[in-house]
């Protein structure tokens, strides 16, 4: 049982570890919103996950945010035009 309860606890930690690591600022080179840090991160990671490659551009223009970087991908979010953004829809191409 002592086994099982360390292999478990072992998990556990590793899992947490991993996880704290795989949290990093994404590398944001040119950004006009008046959004919070916290929401432009989220934002940029929404776009990585989608394929824009860091360092990301985020230019917002009548509630859509248009984000690039260095790759050819390019993702346009419908945020609204309110102090903090609501998604309403995200095409990447």
Same mark, same amino acid.
């Given at each position: 049982m002592n086994k099982l309860i360390r292999n478990g606890l072992m998990f556990s930690v590793s899992m947490l570890l991993a996880m704290s690591a795989g949290a990093k600022d994404i590398k944001i080179d040119g950004n006009n919103t008046s959004y919070a840090p916290e929401e432009v991160q989220k934002l940029a990671s929404t776009a990585v996950k989608m394929g824009v490659k860091e360092?990301?551009?985020?230019?917002? =223009? =009548? !509630?859509?945010?248009?984000?690039? !970087?260095? @790759? @050819?991908? /390019? $993702?346009? *979010? /419908?945020? +609204?035009? +309110? #102090?903090?953004? #609501?998604?309403? !829809? *995200? @095409? $990447? /191409?």
């Open positions: 360092p990301l551009n985020m230019n917002l =223009a =009548a !509630g859509n945010l248009t984000v690039s !970087g260095a @790759s @050819s991908t /390019k $993702c346009v *979010i /419908k945020v +609204g035009t +309110g #102090q903090t953004p #609501q998604i309403a !829809g *995200i @095409s $990447c /191409k």
